[in-house]
């Protein structure tokens, strides 16, 4: 039987759907080599700007001496590059043919201070406290559990150090809201499906993220599993949500 003849299992779109971890690969490793064209064309490039945000509300962190970041759910490494130029960055994700374009990408832009590591953001194969800063693009979504999510990134940071989640979010004006979604979910579809060839990818897209939390209930998530001053910024009228969080340093010890 060809490949071709055998549909890619469609991930269940529910929010925290147990087992979905195989189908969200397989998805995406169907749709790799269309990922970054298809992104930037469906955003008309707002996905950029949004990274480049997300950055710069990390600078103060990335620039101290030494520093290090962890791009989760790095895909083809599009945040793992903006990082780079400040600070070291490992990006990590369990999707094979993703990192396999995004170390093309790493190599030919000669980002020396990228590298990419395959593994599950669930079970991460880093050290309690090892980063500055944690980053997580348009993957949190995806995981089975997104408090588990959440606290393993929660677990790697250092004290002091700082979270960046970037998500689809819930636009805030309502008939921006209606006309944004409208697009989201009948006209993306389609053209995803046509450019990608995957039928389920750009469907499961919009679905996922009506059932994800919106701003203030993430915010709330983030809280709960440990992190202080939790703060988020509507990107694009709310399409997109920045959540930033931080690991706050121990009380001093205290002096007698
Ligand atoms: C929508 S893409 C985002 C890629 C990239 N961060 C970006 O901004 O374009 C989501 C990525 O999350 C990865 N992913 C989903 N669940 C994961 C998990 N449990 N562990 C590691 N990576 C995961 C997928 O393989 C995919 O590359």
């Given at each position: 039987m060809k490949s071709a003849e055998i549909p890619t299992p469609q991930p269940d779109?529910?929010?925290?759907?147990?087992?979905?971890r195989n189908a969200v690969r397989a998805m995406f490793a169907e749709i790799a080599p269309s990922y970054d064209r298809l992104n930037h064309l469906l955003s008309v490039n707002i996905d950029k700007v949004w990274r480049r945000f997300t950055v710069k509300k990390l600078k103060d962190v990335l620039d101290r001496p030494g520093a290090i970041a962890l791009d989760l759910?790095?895909?083809?490494a599009d945040l793992t590059l903006e990082l780079a130029p400040h600070a070291r960055v490992i990006g990590c994700d369990f999707c094979h043919p993703m990192l396999v374009i995004g170390n093309e990408k790493i190599a030919a832009r000669e980002a020396r201070q990228a590298t990419l590591a395959e593994g599950d953001a669930l079970h991460l194969p880093f050290a309690d406290q090892s980063f500055d800063v944690v980053t997580v693009a348009f993957g949190l979504?995806?995981?089975?559990n997104v408090e588990a999510g959440l606290a393993e990134i929660f677990r790697v940071l250092k004290p002091g150090g700082r979270a960046a989640v970037l998500e689809f979010s819930r636009p805030i004006v309502p008939v921006f809201r209606q006309a944004f979604e409208f697009y989201f979910h009948n006209i993306l579809p389609r053209i995803g499906a046509l450019l990608?060839?995957?039928?389920?990818a750009y469907t499961y897209l919009p679905k996922s993220v009506s059932n994800f939390p919106p701003q203030k209930r993430l915010a709330e998530m983030m809280r709960s599993v440990g992190f202080a001053d939790v703060r988020y910024h509507n990107l694009s009228g709310g399409i997109a949500a920045l959540h930033l969080g931080e690991r706050a340093l121990p009380p001093a010890s205290a002096k007698n």
């Open positions: 779109t529910a929010f925290n759907a147990p087992g979905k759910c790095c895909g083809t979504r995806n995981l089975e990608s060839g995957s039928k389920g």
